[in-house]
């Protein structure tokens, strides 16, 4: 049956913006923003549900010093259209030594690997020009900020375009990986059926007894929780030189999650345990029919029975009871999740200078960089003339030292470093002390 051009009408007109409502508690919007146990019609990552997004102004807003933005986008009936999760941060490279710029961005602190609106139904009628409007309002309605810098944008959330492609984006260089499940043993990712896994999961279990779990009660969440921080972070000291998990406010948010556990809530953490013993750990959050992964760890010493596959194993077998059909692995290229089908997902990024010092900061990267390394030259020159004045044999280098690091970085505290290693070289060479 064609629709009648009334109807068609009254579809239209469901769906063109009238009013913007920004508030920084997702509280005041408790019946339009959903919730993951209730998602209605509403289409979203994981990340960007009413729970997390509370769990994220507890711990990672807070931590970073943001100013949580979350805006409603209504019709002229204020039925909600599209729902973003936004804040205003200022840039860390810049805050202290440049510039301060404010900068408009998702509400993730870097721990969503997909950042897009909560869509209804309505805005898939959304068209460029509808997008501009809607970018001119958020302009008016948002507190002033710099440059917009709006990343990790996938394609469409759920089965609704984003709206959000139709500003100016270019794609990442980083694809996000998805990979759908299906029951069919011939669809299952090969090396779950292989001969090679069996034979390590055979000799872990020859070594005592081999669970698969996930986190049902605050406490348990606890144990698998301590295994994984710490498993983590020793990977990431030994890969990196540091510990990703320190980033700012990713631990709290981390503990904080135990209000959420599965299934009342969004949040699963699965745990491959051996005579009690956690030899791996997953993290994940869930959405509707999507299980996304945050955060996975595994004991180096049990590195060649691979539990991190065998935990991923069991974990594909529990998303097909549970009907999720969508494992996604997020960000990174890494070469494992080739073994599990993944595809991957292209994400975009949109940069939109607001001011004059917006625009400056877009176009002037390399200024801010070399004022980065001048700065830190400067400190290790000053450290260099520091050491050399408690040492009589290296005293005559002290004042050079001091200079060059003035000469990098003539602010008013290297001036007074300046003088007082001046002061101390003369104290030195005249044979007082200071």
């Not at 990672?60 to 979350?70: G, H, M, S």
């Not at 029951?183 to 292989?194: D, K, N």
């Not at 144990?223 to 540091?242: P, T, V």
Request: hydrophobic share 40%; net charge positive.
């Amino acid at each position: 049956m064609v629709p009648s051009r009334g109807a068609s009408r009254r579809v239209l007109a469901a769906s063109v913006p009238a009013r913007i409502r920004v508030t920084s508690d997702v509280r005041d919007f408790a019946g339009v923003w959903p919730r993951s146990s209730n998602l209605g019609e509403a289409r979203c990552y994981a990340f960007h549900s009413a729970n997390l997004v509370e769990l994220l102004c507890d711990s990672i807003v807070p931590a970073r010093k943001a100013e949580p933005l979350l805006v409603a986008i209504l019709n002229q009936n204020d039925e909600p259209l599209a729902l973003l999760p936004l804040c205003i941060e200022h840039h860390q490279d810049t805050a202290r030594a440049v510039m301060d710029v404010r900068v408009l961005k998702f509400l993730d602190g870097g721990l969503s690997d997909y950042n897009a609106p909560v869509l209804f139904p309505a805005a898939a009628n959304w068209d460029a020009r509808t997008v501009r409007t809607v970018w001119r309002g958020l302009r008016k309605a948002l507190p002033v900020f710099d440059i917009a810098v709006l990343e990790k944008m996938p394609e469409s959330v759920g089965d609704l375009p984003n709206p959000l492609r139709f500003l100016k984006c270019e794609p990442e260089v980083r694809f996000g990986h998805v990979a759908t499940l299906s029951e069919s043993p011939e669809a299952l990712p090969t090396f779950l059926r292989e001969r090679k896994m069996r034979q390590k999961v055979r000799g872990l279990s020859q070594r005592g007894r081999l669970t698969f779990e996930i986190a049902k009660t605050p406490e348990q969440y606890d144990i698998f929780l301590d295994a994984l921080i710490r498993q983590k972070n020793l990977r990431d000291l030994e890969l990196r030189g540091h510990e990703s998990l320190s980033a700012l406010g990713y631990t709290p948010y981390l503990r904080m999650a135990r209000r959420h556990l599965h299934p009342s809530g969004p949040v699963c953490l699965f745990a491959l345990t051996l005579n009690d013993s956690v030899l791996a750990t997953h993290f994940c959050e869930t959405s509707g029919p999507r299980l996304s992964s945050l955060f996975t760890s595994f004991e180096a010493e049990w590195s060649k029975y691979s539990p991190g596959h065998i935990l991923n194993r069991n974990i594909v077998q529990w998303c097909l009871s549970e009907g999720v059909n969508i494992l996604d692995f997020g960000g990174g290229d890494e070469k494992w999740k080739d073994d599990y089908h993944a595809v991957a997902v292209t994400r975009h990024k949109a940069v939109i200078p607001a001011t004059i010092r917006g625009a400056v900061f877009l176009h002037t990267p390399g200024i801010v960089e070399r004022m980065h390394k001048r700065r830190a030259e400067s400190w290790r020159e000053m450290t260099l003339a520091e050491a050399a004045c408690s040492n009589p044999g290296e005293v005559s280098g002290a004042l050079a030292h001091a200079r060059r690091s003035w000469t990098l970085w003539p602010s008013p505290g290297r001036t007074r470093e300046f003088l007082n290693v001046a002061k101390s070289v003369r104290a030195t060479k005249s044979g007082r002390a200071i």
